[in-house]
């Protein structure tokens, strides 16, 4: 399973972007698939979730309302629309993919910067 994501870049603070994740399998043999971000000299942290069959989603409590996770199952892609961007936002975002029951799959990220 790979997993590609473009979409990054630098914006100024307040602007949008929307990240792209292409998996190299179909998204309904994945039971979830989510957006994960690692600041440098931080821990990598869940940023949204979503269960690719419900599309049931999960976001943390810094992002909600302000990033949108969707999947689009026809073209084996998720996204992440990201607006009102901050500073503290910036990171190398990565594509996560988990096949029950244990099979943990990522993306090699790609990196968001947010000037103020």
């Known amino acids: 399973v790979q997993l590609v994501e473009s979409g990054g870049g630098l914006v100024q603070a307040g602007g949008s972007l929307r990240l792209s994740c292409v998996v190299s399998v179909s998204t309904f043999s994945i039971n979830v698939m989510g957006w994960y971000r690692q600041a440098p000299g931080k821990q990598r942290e869940m940023v949204a979730i979503?269960?690719?069959?419900?599309?049931?989603?999960k976001y943390a409590d810094s992002v909600k309302g302000r990033f949108t996770i969707s999947r689009d199952n026809a073209k084996n892609t998720i996204y992440l629309q990201m607006n009102s961007l901050k500073p503290e936002d910036a990171a190398v975002y990565y594509c996560s993919a988990f096949i029950a029951p244990t099979e943990d799959y990522w993306g090699q990220g790609t990196q968001v910067t947010v000037s103020s």
């Open positions: 979503i269960t690719t069959r419900t599309g049931s989603t």
